[in-house]
């Protein structure tokens, strides 16, 4: 079963040629959406069987390496096209193509009327097959390859409507954002080969161990090159700004690629990189600290936005903050449990949104919602759902045990403490109160008067229902593969992880305080509820005023444009180069060739303007050529 | 012999493209394609053949060799040798010319024959230098290409076309002069030191002079090498003449002609003149990094589409710079790499530049937009190749380029980290590019036909190259690796005597016997 791990990234890539080679011919929507849906349905059940193989009678090291063909091999650098399934990449994969798989289905019904069908699946299915490649690849230079074609499909997908020139500049913004990380990246890895002399991970790792102290300078600056690229990729600090304009991608490609997988290939980055982390333990608070920050910012940005997918991005940013946390303590099982929960929940989120967006003609603008609820139960019961794991909901909730897990091991990790577990928990706290913002905004209340001409709204067909209530049993139950000591004490997720990645380093606490601090998070995401309850529903007038005052208006502005980034990149990067590409544009060295031309023709014309044809002319150049000519003999 | 016959096979082969245009331009056309088809695809045999066999990877003598006295009494003669190195760029050469034919098809529509003869002409004399082992004739073969490409370029060019051509043939030809006084230079030493006057190439190899000597000389041909490049500030030339030649002269301009200075570098520059060559590395890198910088800001500003193009040629020839300066065997594989890479890429992108052009009569950015609705193949095929460009991985560019700054990066860190930064501004300009041709609204209303089959075809070829330089380039590698390590060896041949394993009894004998020559791969 193992060795037909190949077939799993094989496959969506497969299918993205066969659509690529089809599009423009007269084939069916119908057999448009097998090969788009049917290749990651097959890798999905591949991922099964193997996952329930790799599980139960483990391989020789928990680790299992197929080599397909040698890339390239010059002067001792050799890397391969291979794939490593360990624990780390089997959690990985399985989420990925189930959750995609959901997605793909989703999209089958949800692009239904939409022209660029056939193109749609085939970017859908390249991102889903890079994705795999990014995740299984046995060598830093393979990842570098899946990382660069996720960050390629993200671009294709965000100016998938490509008539709307915002949508591009959208795109594009993406792409050369993550990219400015890769370069960063890029170089990390020239780093490590010229100091190992190796890319394939698990033999850089080993030496990296064996050579580098820790603290080593090298080991430091590796880690840190690294980073570029993990918080390019997944919208952290300070190249977070890409994030919220991909929203100008369709609601699915949100879900799956800006919410549920791609984005998080920073976090798997630094897990699978753990051992040369551990070496630099000062990049490795940073990534804490980055964690922290974001956290907290995408949080306060997320409570004033109107457009309900932008706060699910800024969401985002907050949760692959809380990620971040979890990796800077050294909490990796912690990062990789809220990573499942998150992808399934947040996916859900984006995709009950969808529904949302699609039913309203692509209006975005949660304050012309409202009273969804009797409208569109399905989706305001999944949505529910996803809300209340997304704000971690005490015991009932998916979301609740991931974010648990990370506060619990910030808290009492040696490297952790209580500054950064409150900046978790002030986290917490805006969590819940921008997510049933939301909710209270979108499917409570009165509807406004642009859903009410739009009413009544059509149900979801089964293919867009199936996905959304299988995420939403998931964000329920997905919890239950790890159980903290507090309730049940069956971690089995990160027994299974552990097999790939160390424990945390937990100093001694007694189970009595994880039990309080587990109650005390627990009161926080429901007092945030209750505040959201208070301000967006009971008196709606509190949150207006609020942003009248002067401070409330001047958070307003700045929260909701993100914290001003963009103002910065934009004055200090954009418009110098683009003042730089102007004033050059006719290339200031070709008009220097251009004087050499222009003096050239200026000496001839003199010269040949003492051509006159007049006699007495020459006449007296030739007497006063020789009268100077005399009288040089003369005088020297 | 067979070397010989290559050459003129393709100078035949044009002539008879001339001749036969007077009855049927078709047939010229035909013709034409034959000639480089034909021995493209001899060629392709002849390396596949020598890939499974041992020859190419081990102990490597020139694949095919021929030393026949052209002027005795000068020291001059018709020596040409094919190894790995040239046998890669004679394929890019064939492979570029046949798709440059067939891109030509409907564009060139008066002179059909002189067009196509002055094609193949060029293509001899590309073969010449890839295969001359006499500096005599290499310098022939490379003053012979700049007269067919002045035609090309003045008669079937667009709108500014003479004064293009006219600065490139002057750009051209001063630094080929200065080649020449550098070839003379060398052939005098060498004459006065071992009293054998000869432009031999092998012979010249491993001649003894002054520092200061080597310096002036070796600059004569670095200049030269370093305006075709083109080298920045060298590059002024490059723009004018790739925007205002037509598809065909582009192609064969950024495809080929800018790979002949690669290879200059690399199989004479650096063997000839190795100590100079160490001396000015620093700073030919350095120019490297600037180039690859500050072209790719202008290709950024550009607005026309060609212009666009070519200047992402300089920024792309500064990692072939780093790469042959960098000079270990990862960034020379790499540069090699590129070079081909580059010329598939930049071919494909001209190519479509061209049928954009044929369609819409304007390579004006502005006037395009939104042209996917209605060329979806023709934008799938410049997506890719505007990635290939960028550096995605997966495609020949990226190889390349990566293997050059894990070269680079081993001699000279900040280097490649600046130059790594090009990354960065390739990704602006090749999204800028594709964004403003396909995507947005089509405010001009433009409805043209897609890509027809024979246009297909040759993006289907050139994207099948790309792909494979991209995801198995080890062929490749293994072809020019022999070359490599020989030149290298060459090259560090006082660095290798000091550390090498090799006792001093042994090394007093090789230099008996082959004085300076002692690890050259070819037959003494």
């Known amino acids: 079963m193992l060795a037909l791990l190949w077939l799993v990234p094989a496959f969506p890539l497969f299918g993205f040629l066969v659509l690529t080679l089809l599009s423009g011919s007269e084939t069916s929507r119908r057999t448009e959406a097998l090969i788009g849906v049917g290749s990651v349905g097959i890798s999905a059940l591949l991922t099964m069987l193997i996952g329930i193989q790799f599980v139960f009678s483990p391989p020789a090291g928990h680790e299992y390496v197929q080599i397909l063909w040698t890339w390239m091999d010059v002067a001792g650098f050799s890397p391969r096209i291979a794939f490593h399934l360990d624990d780390l990449s089997l959690v990985m994969i399985s989420v990925v193509t189930f959750v995609g798989f959901l997605i793909h289905l989703y999209s089958a019904e949800f692009m239904r009327n939409d022209e660029g069908y056939p193109r749609f699946f085939a970017y859908m299915n390249l991102f889903v097959g890079s994705m795999l490649v990014l995740l299984l690849a046995d060598n830093l230079l393979l990842l570098y390859l899946g990382w660069e074609a996720v960050g390629l499909c993200s671009f294709l997908l965000i100016g998938y409507w490509y008539q709307d020139p915002a949508n591009g500049r959208a795109a594009r913004k993406a792409f050369i954002v993550t990219r400015v990380g890769d370069t960063a990246m890029a170089i990390g890895l020239f780093l490590l080969f010229d100091n190992l002399g190796t890319l394939e991970i698990q033999e850089l790792m080993g030496r990296a161990a064996q050579l580098w102290p820790i603290g080593s300078s090298l080991a430091v600056a590796a880690a840190a090159l690294l980073l570029g690229g993990a918080v390019g990729k997944s919208a952290q600090l300070p190249l977070q700004i890409w994030l919220p304009d991909a929203m100008a991608g369709p609601s699915p490609v949100s879900a799956l690629i800006h919410a549920a997988t791609m984005v998080t290939a920073g976090v798997y980055l630094i897990a699978r990189m753990h051992v040369l982390y551990s070496l630099a333990p000062v990049i490795l608070s940073i990534v804490a600290i980055i964690g922290a920050i974001t956290l907290l910012m995408a949080g306060f940005s997320a409570l004033v936005q109107r457009d309900i997918k932008r706060v699910l991005a800024y969401s985002t940013m907050s949760q692959i903050g809380y990620m971040f946390l979890a990796l800077g303590v050294g909490a990796w099982s912690a990062a990789i449990f809220h990573f499942m929960t998150h992808a399934f929940f947040k996916a859900l989120l984006f995709l009950g949104a969808g529904v949302v967006i699609l039913r309203l003609d692509h209006e975005h603008d949660m304050f012309k919602m409202g009273g969804l609820r009797k409208q569109m139960p399905i989706v305001f019961w999944t949505f529910l759902i996803g809300a209340a794991s997304l704000s971690a909901l005490p015991l009932i909730t998916a979301g609740f045990y991931s974010k648990d897990k990370i506060l619990w091991e910030v808290w009492s990790s040696t490297t952790g403490g209580v500054w950064l577990w409150a900046a978790g928990l002030a986290g917490a706290l805006l969590t819940s109160v921008y997510t049933f913002r939301m909710v209270f905004l979108t499917f409570f209340g009165e509807p406004h008067a642009y859903v009410k001409e739009k009413s009544p709204l059509k149900a979801p067909g089964w293919r867009m229902s199936v996905p959304l209530v299988t995420l939403a049993v998931l964000s329920i139950v997905g919890g239950v593969v790890d159980l903290p000591e507090t309730l049940g004490n069956l971690p089995l997720l990160s027994d299974l992880l552990h097999n790939t990645l160390p424990r945390a380093m937990l100093a001694a606490q007694s189970i009595s305080t994880e039990l309080i601090l587990q109650i005390v998070a627990a009161l926080v995401s429901l007092t945030g509820v209750l505040i959201a309850y208070v301000a967006f529903l009971a008196r709606r007038s509190t949150a207006a005023r609020l942003t009248k005052t002067p401070v409330g208006a001047a958070l307003h502005r700045l929260w909701f444009s993100g914290w001003g980034f963009d103002w910065l990149d934009n004055e200090f990067i954009v418009q110098p180069f683009l003042w730089l590409a102007r004033k050059d544009k006719n290339d200031f060295i070709d008009k220097l060739f251009q004087e050499v031309a222009v003096l050239n023709v200026r000496m001839a014309n003199m010269l040949a303007a003492t051509q006159t044809g007049r006699l007495k002319d020459y006449l007296l150049g030739i007497v006063v050529g020789a009268v100077t000519i005399i009288a040089l003999v003369v005088l020297l | ?524």
């Open chain 2, 1 to 524: 012999m067979i070397l010989i016959y290559l050459i003129l096979w393709l100078f035949l082969g044009g002539l008879l493209a001339w001749l036969v245009s007077r009855w049927s331009t078709v047939w010229s056309r035909r013709v034409a394609l034959f000639t480089a088809g034909a021995q493209l695809l001899y060629l392709l045999g002849i390396w596949l053949m020598n890939l499974s066999r041992p020859n190419l990877a081990s102990s490597g003598a020139w694949l095919m060799e021929v030393d026949l006295a052209w002027i005795p009494q000068l020291g001059i003669h018709i020596h040409l040798g094919m190894d790995g190195l040239s046998l890669l760029l004679i394929l890019l050469t064939d492979f570029l010319g046949v798709m440059a034919i067939a891109a030509s098809w409907k564009e060139i529509q008066y002179k059909i024959g002189f067009f196509h003869f002055n094609l193949l002409w060029i293509l001899a004399a590309l073969l010449g230098v890839f295969l001359a082992l006499d500096l005599f004739l290499f310098y022939f073969f490379w003053e012979i290409m700049l007269l067919p490409l002045y035609f090309l370029i003045g008669i079937w060019g667009h709108e500014n076309r003479l004064y293009a051509a006219r600065k490139f043939f002057i750009f051209t030809q001063l630094g080929g002069l200065l080649m020449l006084v550098s070839i003379l230079g060398l052939y005098f030493v060498h004459g006065q030191n071992t009293g054998v006057y000869t432009f031999d190439y092998l012979q010249l190899l491993g001649t003894s002079m002054a520092p200061s000597t080597g310096m002036l000389l070796m600059l004569g041909f670095f200049i030269a090498f370093a305006v075709k490049m083109p080298i920045v500030p060298l590059h002024t030339w490059l723009p004018d003449a790739h925007t205002e030649a037509p598809t065909a002269g582009s192609v064969i301009l950024a495809g080929l002609i800018l790979k002949a200075a690669g290879y200059g570098f690399i199989r004479i520059l650096l063997p000839l003149f190795p100590d100079a060559a160490q001396q000015v590395a620093p700073v030919a890198m350095a120019l490297g990094v600037a180039g690859i910088l500050y072209a790719a800001v202008l290709a950024f500003a550009q607005t026309d589409l060609k212009r666009l193009v070519a200047y992402t040629s300089v920024s792309h020839m500064g990692f072939v710079v780093i790469g042959i300066f960098a000079h270990n065997q990862l960034a020379l594989q790499g540069a090699i790499v590129i070079m081909l890479a580059h010329g598939v890429t930049t071919g494909a992108l001209f190519i479509l530049a061209g049928a954009l052009y044929e369609r819409v009569h304007t390579r004006d950015l502005n006037q395009l937009g939104g042209l996917w609705s209605t060329v979806p193949r023709m934008g799938r095929v410049g997506l890719l190749f505007a990635l290939a460009s960028l550096g995605l991985p997966g495609l020949g560019n990226f190889v390349g380029e990566f293997l050059v700054l894990l070269g680079t990066y081993k001699v000279n860190a900040p280097v490649a980290v600046f130059a790594t930064l090009g990354f960065i501004v390739a990704t602006v300009y090749s999204l800028w590019m594709v964004q403003r041709i396909f995507t947005g609204p089509n405010l001009a209303g433009w409805q043209i036909p897609d890509f027809d089959r024979r246009e297909l075809a040759i993006a289907t070829l050139m994207i099948l190259v790309i792909l494979g330089l991209g995801l198995y380039p080890q062929p490749v590698l293994s072809t020019s690796q022999q070359t490599i390590q020989s030149i290298q060896q060459l090259t560090t041949r006082e660095f290798h005597f000091l550390s090498d394993h090799l006792d001093h009894q042994g090394r007093a004998a090789i230099e008996r016997v082959a004085p300076g020559r002692d690890l050259w791969i070819g037959p003494a």
